[in-house]
C-alpha cells in the first residue's frame, strides 16, 4: 500500500464549479497535512496546511481532514482557469526523530472556461 | 526573503557520465530536502539533512548518488555513474519548522541520454 494515495486525474471542471481533490495516507500516526499546487514545468508551492480534524479555509480553497478515516481533502471554490495545476497531497511522517514530508502522485486538474 | 537557489536548471548528459547539483537553502533553515520527481510522479525524498548532518538517507541510491552540505548551508548532490531511469526533475527545499512547511527551489531538470 502507498503510503499517500491521490487519483491521478485528470479531473476536469467548468469554470465557476467547486473542484473537489481527494486523498488517503496509511500512517495513523501523521499529525501534519499539505497541500501543494505544482504547475506544469515548475516547482510545488505550499497553498495550504491542517493539522486538526475538520475543516479550514482560505479564501477559494478549504482543506478537510478526518484523521479517523485517514482522508485529507481540498474544496476549490469558484474554480478559474488559472487553477488548472497538479495538486500535491503530503503528509508528515515522523521517524528517528525528524519529520519528514511524504507526496502522493498528484492530482491533475483542468478547468475549463 | 530570498527563495530557495538551485543551479543549474537544466542539464543533459550521457548515460555513465557524472553530474552534480547545488542548492542554497533559505538563510536560517536548518532542514534541508532532495527530492526526486520523475515525470507524472510526486516528489520522492532522497536525503534529509538537519544542519549539517544527514538524518535520513534510507532512499538514496548510494552505490550512485551522493550529497553533503558544507557548513550546514549549501548542499550538492552527485551523480555517477548517471543512467537513463536517472532522468527526472531534482527538488531541493528547505523549512524552519514543520509547521511552516516546505520552500522548494525551481529546481534541476536532468535528462540522460
Known amino acids: 500500500q502507498k503510503e499517500v494515495e491521490q487519483n491521478s486525474g485528470p479531473l476536469s471542471v467548468p469554470e465557476g464549479a467547486i473542484a473537489s481533490l481527494n486523498c488517503t495516507y496509511s500512517d495513523r500516526g501523521s499529525q501534519s497535512f499539505f497541500w501543494y499546487r505544482q504547475y506544469s514545468g515548475k516547482s510545488p508551492e505550499l497553498i495550504m496546511s491542517i493539522y486538526s480534524n475538520g475543516d479550514k479555509e482560505d479564501g477559494r480553497f478549504t482543506a478537510q481532514l478526518n484523521k479517523a478515516s485517514q482522508y485529507v481533502s481540498l474544496l476549490i471554490r469558484d474554480s478559474q482557469p488559472s487553477d488548472s495545476a497538479t495538486y500535491l497531497c503530503a503528509v508528515n511522517l515522523f521517524s528517528g526523530g525528524y519529520n519528514k514530508l511524504i507526496f502522493g502522485a498528484g492530482t491533475r486538474l483542468a478547468v475549463h472556461p | 526573503e530570498a527563495g530557495v537557489a538551485q543551479s543549474p536548471r537544466y542539464k543533459i548528459i550521457e548515460k555513465r557520465q557524472s553530474v552534480a547539483f547545488w542548492c542554497n537553502p533559505i538563510?536560517?533553515?536548518?532542514?534541508l530536502y532532495w527530492y526526486q520527481q520523475i515525470l507524472g510522479q510526486g516528489p520522492k525524498l532522497l536525503i534529509q539533512f538537519q544542519n549539517n548532518g544527514v538524518v535520513d538517507d534510507s532512499q538514496l541510491p548510494k552505490d550512485r548518488f551522493s550529497a553533503e552540505r558544507l557548513k550546514g548551508v549549501d548542499s550538492t548532490l552527485k551523480i555517477q555513474p548517471a543512467k537513463l531511469e536517472d532522468s527526472a526533475v531534482y527538488l531541493c527545499a528547505s523549512t524552519e519548522g514543520l509547521s511552516y512547511g516546505y520552500t522548494f527551489g525551481s529546481g534541476t531538470r536532468l535528462t540522460v541520454v
Open positions: 538563510s536560517g533553515h536548518a532542514t
